[in-house]
Each structure stands twice: as C-alpha cells, then as structure tokens.
C-alpha cells in the first residue's frame, strides 16, 4: 500500500505570495490532518478533514485554509505569506472512525519563505 | 487544558546500553497516547501507542512504553540501543472526551533528540 503523498517536497516563497500544498492520503483512510513544524514551536496541529468537511481546527490565523476532495486528497493554502510562515507542513492520514487510531505521516512540504 | 512534556532536549546513550526517553502528559480524561520517531528530513513514524489495557505496551523496533497513571507519564525504552536509534523521538496525547470524535489532533511534545554513540 502507498503511504502518505504530499507534494512539493521543497518549495521557495516570497512574502505576500500565496501558497498550496496538496496531500494524497493512504487509500482508503477517510482523514486527513495538517501540522505545522518549526524549531521554535514543534508541532502544532492545523486542521482535519473527514469525508470533506473540516472536523477541527488548530489555532491559526485564517490566512490558513484547507479542503478535502472526494477522493479524500486534500490541499491547505498559506495566503499573504510571513516570514514566519517558513516551516514543515505534514500531512496525515487515518482511517478516520478508529478510536484510537495512530496517524500515518508524509514526509512534509518544506516551505521556505523569503 | 491538555499538554505533553519532554523534559529532555537530549539524550545520548552509548550502543548496546538501555535507553529511555521520558513524557509526562496533562489531560482532563484518559488519555490516548503516542510515541513517533522523525528522522532527518523525514516525516513521523508511528512506533507505539497506549489506548487501554496492560500498561506495558510493545512498538517497533523494539521499542516498548510503560503507561503510568499515577505519574501521568508514558516513557519510551529499549533494552538495547542501536547507533540506528538516533533519531528526533516525539510523545504525543490525545484527549478523546474532547473533539467530537475528530481522530487527527494530537499535541505533541517538543521532542527529544537521541544520539546513540558506537
């Protein structure tokens, strides 16, 4: 089974510009959650999907926003780019009705803000 | 409100010894919990989890974690470090009274970065 997908792997931005990163999830798992990774502040969750509604949110601003297709695949888009912004952006994925269930995690998106 | 803690930014342990990495953890319920290992560049890879049960749970790679209630602590060990072991090892709780079922908050903690020396 392939895992996680997220692509890009690397990316450079400018501030002001605007970004998307797309995730293509384990098949068959229903969920798919956002992190944010930096040295300073760990890892911080963004959002979930399930079945392509938002089942929670992290606490970010909303120049943050994500989606989830049909397919399950899912795509969060980072506007009007700060600085601070720059980060790995992981993606994971769950089955998403398992108490309990461990998530499954991509590489990460690796985003670099100029 | 819930939280993890790694006390420890480092732990260096030399090949062959036992090794521990340590969590402590703050939730209003019982607690889901988890341990991930990163690798450089990586993403996280799942290693073990404690859901209910034996308070002694066995992961990967020999990996094992002792769920203590009284403690609020679920610390990582392996009897016998491998150079391969080095790595960035992240405790993480979930707290499913809250979140309406949502499976995929988790808080993690800061990390605790293993260097296994030969």
């Known amino acids: 089974k392939a895992g996680v997908t997220q692509t890009p792997r690397y990316l450079i931005k400018t501030r002001g510009q605007q970004v998307t990163l797309s995730c293509s999830p384990i098949?068959?798992?229903?969920?798919v959650s956002w992190y944010q990774q930096t040295p300073g502040q760990g890892l911080q969750f963004l959002f979930e999907y399930f079945s392509e509604t938002q089942r929670n949110k992290g606490n970010f601003p909303g120049r943050f926003s994500g989606r989830q297709f049909s397919n399950s695949r899912s795509e969060m888009n980072v506007s009007t780019l700060e600085l601070g912004d720059s980060a790995l952006y992981l993606c994971?994925?769950?089955?998403?009705?398992?108490?309990?269930?461990?998530?499954?995690f991509g590489e990460g998106s690796r985003l670099t803000v100029l | 409100a819930q939280s993890v803690a790694q006390p420890e930014d480092q732990v260096n342990v030399a090949e062959g010894n036992p090794l521990t990495v340590k969590c402590t953890y703050s939730v209003s319920g019982n607690p889901y919990l988890f341990w991930y290992v990163q690798y450089p560049n990586r993403g996280l890879q799942f290693l073990l989890k404690?859901?209910?049960?034996?308070?002694l749970v066995k992961g990967s790679y020999g990996f094992e974690a002792e769920f203590n209630k009284s403690q609020t602590s679920f610390h990582l060990k392996k009897p016998s470090a491998l150079v391969s072991d080095s790595a960035l090892y992240f405790c993480a709780v979930r707290d499913p009274s809250n979140y309406g079922g949502s499976q995929g908050n988790l808080i993690f903690g800061k990390g605790t970065k293993l260097s296994v020396k030969p």
């Open positions: 994971a994925s769950s089955p998403g009705q398992v108490v309990g269930g461990e998530l499954f």
């Open positions: 404690y859901i209910t049960g034996d308070n």
């Open positions: 098949s068959g798992h229903r969920s």
